[in-house]
């Protein structure tokens, strides 16, 4: 990874996140099993994002993901 690619990431220019939404019923254990480690993987990067950045560097959408996510 060049130097720039680092820098774009670092800024999340082009980065669109994909947060899942828990709408799909799953149709067995393992696909209800690989949705919560996905989730909790999401839930995890952000923590992580806050820890290095600050809490105010999440979105709004990213805000309301976390939200949701504590509430279960």
Do not use: C, H
């Amino acid at each position: 990874m060049s130097f720039l690619d680092k820098l774009i990431n670092w800024i999340g220019f082009g980065k669109k996140t994909i947060l899942l939404e828990r709408n799909s019923v799953p149709r067995d254990d393992y696909d209800y099993n690989q949705i919560e480690a996905k989730i909790k993987k999401q839930v995890d990067n952000l923590l992580d994002k806050i820890k290095k950045k600050g809490i105010e560097s999440l979105t709004l959408k990213e805000k309301k993901f976390l939200d949701r996510e504590s509430k279960r």
